[in-house]
């Protein structure tokens, strides 16, 4: 597939949408921590649920390859979350391990996977099967954005340590249940713009099995990998299932 690696004013329109956005997301977070004392679990929580729909802007891009360096700007802002600069960001994502250390692991890695999920499909010229990407990075979003503090109330009895990171059951079928609503989500909104595969009928047969089999892997990955890698095992092991899946039902035509 041939990629135009252009430049258009649309293009710096769409990326400063996306970056705004994301800022907007951070600095309620900062502000929820600062202003109304919520704790950081909670504002870490808020980010890692809204910040990755910047992904939502990419079929707006007239060369959706640019889509890439809005995740990569995050990428060098998360790296250096503990300066001075971006030290209040730091602060409403990290956890009381990143504290030690002096840096937001879970963040870091979850604007890396967007990334280089992004650069995959849009640098190649395959923008138009980006609805496969966007489903495993909506899994992570909602699934495992859902599933800790799901797992941690309802999930305390029936908590078990896997690879250093406590599972639970009501944690895993919350992944389970709203990692396939951001996979459904997120075939229905590329769909309508990169191609009609998800036709009533039919198409919408394959939507809900190709959700499903996402959830599922996603949700045994995250089950399995260990402690603070979910962020890139769960969107990348995901993706490559569902893409794989996908040729198989003729969804996808390389």
């Known amino acids: 597939m041939q990629v135009e690696f252009g430049v258009a004013l649309d293009d710096i329109i769409v990326f400063f949408i996306a970056l705004i956005y994301a800022v907007v997301i951070l600095t309620i977070a900062d502000v929820g921590r600062r202003k109304m004392n919520l704790g950081s679990d909670f504002t870490r929580k808020m980010v890692h649920l809204f910040a990755g729909a910047a992904i939502w802007t990419v079929p707006f891009f007239p060369h959706p390859w640019i889509a890439t360096f809005v995740g990569l700007v995050f990428v060098i802002m998360l790296a250096l979350a503990n300066t001075e600069r971006f030290g209040r960001f730091f602060a409403a994502m990290a956890r ?92 229905w909104w590329f769909g309508i713009f990169s191609l009609t595969v998800f036709t009533p009928g039919t198409g919408h047969v394959n939507m809900i099995l190709l959700a499903l089999i996402g959830a599922f892997t996603a949700t045994i990955v995250e089950l399995v990998s260990p402690k603070g890698t979910d962020n890139i095992t769960l969107p990348m092991i995901s993706c490559i299932v569902m893409f794989l899946v996908a040729i198989q039902m003729g969804l996808v035509i390389l």
Do not use: N, Q
């Open 96 to 187: 009381p391990e990143d504290l030690e250390h002096g840096s937001v692991r879970g963040p870091f890695w979850y604007a890396v996977s967007i990334t280089i999920l992004t650069a995959i499909f849009t640098f190649t010229g395959y923008e138009e099967y980006y609805f496969i990407a966007g489903a495993a990075i909506m899994i992570m979003m909602l699934g495992d954005g859902m599933s800790a503090p799901i797992g941690m109330k309802y999930g305390a009895r029936h908590t078990r340590e896997i690879f250093g990171s406590k599972r639970s059951l009501e944690g895993c079928l919350a992944l389970f249940i709203f990692g396939f609503v951001g996979a459904v989500v997120a075939f």
